[in-house]
């Protein structure tokens, strides 16, 4: 089982829809959780962190923790075709300053 | 604020050649990190510093490769020597104190012939 499973996608919606994102992590004791951006061909961009069980919401994005699921999820409200690039979801390592990234989501947004 | 900065952004070399990437992180972070991102393994860490001094080389893939950073200021990322499979973009990424988000670089794009 890799350690931060994202599906790979692409996740295809219409302009001004909701997207959601997925990932999974398999260690329980993960603390720290964030969300990267990334366009084709540019380096990735930090948009979301989160650390306790629950949503975070940043205009249009809402993160949200499970842990006891080991989940954590991104949800991207009205949807815009520049919302279109690969989102990445990160895992800190406890006790470390190391992230373990999934593979990324290609989230496609059609006008 | 700059960002980080990396050199070269682009670098082709043929195989057996040393190269050497070049990374300054943001003024004021004290670890500094070192990724590879390829199609097939995605973005995986290379090594990472906490006040200059390495913490984590365990991503480095074998002895080919090495880092140094001598100041708080600056980087290297060494390739000695290249060989195809080391084809990839690298990435340097700072933060403030390990806990902390980290902030990436715009990349090396590595082409080894």
């Known amino acids: 089982q890799k350690e931060v499973e994202q599906n790979s996608g692409p996740l295809s919606v219409p302009e001004g829809a909701i997207a959601s994102l997925n990932c999974t992590y398999s260690?329980?004791?993960?603390?720290?959780f964030f969300w990267y951006r990334q366009y084709s061909g540019k380096s990735p961009e930090l948009i979301m962190s989160?650390?306790?069980?629950g949503d975070k919401e940043d205009g249009r994005f809402t993160a949200q923790l499970n842990k006891a699921s080991q989940y954590v999820s991104l949800l991207i409200r009205d949807s815009q075709p520049s919302d279109s690039a690969t989102y990445l979801c990160?895992?800190?390592?406890?006790?470390?300053?190391?992230?373990?990234f999934g593979q990324g989501t290609t989230l496609q947004v059609k006008p | 604020d700059a960002g980080v900065i990396q050199s070269p952004r682009h670098e082709v070399t043929e195989m057996g050649q040393e190269v050497t990437l070049r990374c300054k992180p943001i003024?004021?972070?004290?670890?500094l990190f070192w990724y590879r991102q390829t199609m097939m393994r995605g973005l995986e860490l290379l090594i990472y510093?906490?006040?200059?001094?390495?913490?984590?080389d365990s991503g480095m893939p074998e002895d080919r490769f090495s880092a140094k950073m001598p100041n708080a200021s600056f980087s290297t990322l060494k390739i000695q020597p290249s060989e195809p499979r080391d084809s990839a973009v690298y990435f340097c990424?700072?933060?403030?104190?390990?806990?902390?988000?980290?902030?990436f670089g715009p990349g090396t794009r590595l082409t080894v012939l």
């Open positions: 990424a700072s933060s403030l104190g390990r806990a902390h988000e980290q902030f």
């Open positions: 510093f906490n006040n200059n001094v390495p913490i984590d």
């Open positions: 260690d329980r004791v993960s603390q720290s």
């Open positions: 990160a895992v800190k390592v406890t006790n470390t300053g190391k992230l373990i």
């Open positions: 003024s004021g972070h004290n670890s």
């Open positions: 989160i650390y306790s069980n």
